[in-house]
């Protein structure tokens, strides 16, 4: 006896289609609800430290926006990715980089100030995160290297760059020591939305720009030539083939593209809520924004709501380590029993599982060939 899979005929539902990813985040209510009875906890208050107490008031919806940038941003990227069905895993790292690249005019010339330098850091963060990931794009292009294990371990090689960096040549002289750079100077960082007031708090520009360039990329996605080429290469390499599409500048392309979205993003970080360099910039948005695209479907616009759940699951946890005590260890199950439920739920929306017994003479067929 076995377990297949088998594709179904006719393809998704649109229901089914839709169904999915609120049945994967039911789900993973479920479970955690379980967790935390484990731990001790109650699961009615902990999912409400998690879903509703981050919506309470003003400050945590300013905080739900800072999170949510980044991991949109970064999402829409591996959308177009995975679309073409290449495996950018090393998001985190093209961030780290694209990071490196947008702050280096802020820390090697501090006195630099002007309406020009923050479109020239943009333009520095997005070339920063293509070069990062033009690496693995090329490789797997020349060599036909697996771009997947090229791109995660990019990821270790740029935070070493970037530890060394703040902690050698790029240290804050006047830092007592303090493995960061400098501050950066006003006319370096992103503008926030509301400074002061009643609706006053440290959402930035970043979150108008990620939501930007999701409604751009799903119209590249899906009103162009270039985007229907990608979705061709994705789905049906052959039928790509015998269209004419290029299989290895499509591969470049969408890596490029991604790593530029995640520099971009990296940027937002480092000018907008932190303001600096340092040894670590990022909770792991590159590798959580994997579990955004296939929550948002890998469509840009799908992926702004499923960017807001998950940043939502990062406010719950730190709402849930002050209230219950809870560690950071639990969030990242949450998040990666999101995950599971999410690529489960993709699965069963495309596959039958089937159970297939053996039948008499196929038990008997090796004996009979020996």
Not at 259 to 273: C, D, F, N
Request: hydrophobic residues 55%; proline residues 6%; charged residues 15%.
């Amino acid at each position: 006896m076995r377990i297949e899979l088998r594709r179904r005929t006719g393809g998704a539902s649109l229901l089914r289609e839709v169904a999915s990813p609120v049945i994967a985040v039911a789900f993973t209510a479920l479970v955690g609800a379980g967790l935390f009875a484990l731990l001790g906890k109650p699961p009615l208050s902990a999912l409400h430290a998690y879903f509703i107490e981050p919506l309470s008031d003003i400050w945590s919806l300013h905080e739900l926006a800072v999170k949510a940038a980044p991991l949109i941003l970064i999402a829409v990227g591996l959308s177009a990715c995975y679309r073409a069905n290449v495996w950018n895993i090393g998001a985190e790292g093209q961030l780290v980089a694209g990071a490196i690249a947008g702050s280096a005019i802020p820390v090697l010339f501090p006195a630099a100030t002007g309406p020009w330098l923050m479109p020239a850091m943009i333009v520095m963060a997005m070339a920063g995160g293509a070069a990062w990931a033009s690496i693995p794009a090329v490789l797997k292009n020349r060599f036909g290297a697996s771009e997947i294990l090229v791109s995660l371990m990019l990821v270790y090689v740029a935070e070493l760059l970037l530890d060394y960096l703040v902690r050698g040549p790029w240290r804050n002289p006047e830092g007592y020591n303090f493995p960061e750079t400098r501050q950066f100077p006003p006319s370096a960082r992103i503008g926030e939305l509301f400074s002061a007031g009643d609706w006053g708090g440290r959402a930035n520009w970043g979150i108008v720009i990620a939501i930007a360039i999701a409604v751009l990329t799903w119209l590249l996605l899906s009103r162009t030539l270039k985007g229907f080429e990608i979705s061709v290469s994705g789905a049906s390499p052959r039928a790509a083939r015998f269209a004419g599409f290029d299989a290895r500048a499509t591969a470049l392309f969408v890596f490029l593209f991604s790593g530029a979205l995640a520099g971009l993003a990296g940027m937002i970080e480092v000018s907008g809520a932190i303001g600096q360099l340092r040894p670590s910039i990022s909770p792991g948005y590159g590798f959580a924004a994997i579990i955004v695209a296939f929550l948002g479907r890998l469509n840009p616009l799908a992926v702004i709501l499923a960017g807001l759940l998950l940043a939502l699951t990062y406010l719950g946890g730190e709402a849930a380590q002050m209230s219950l005590g809870l560690s950071d260890r639990t969030t990242r199950v949450f998040q990666g029993v999101l995950l599971f439920s999410v690529l489960a739920s993709e699965t069963l929306v495309r596959y039958q599982i089937r159970i297939v017994r053996n039948r008499p003479a196929d038990a008997a067929l090796p004996e009979a060939a020996r």
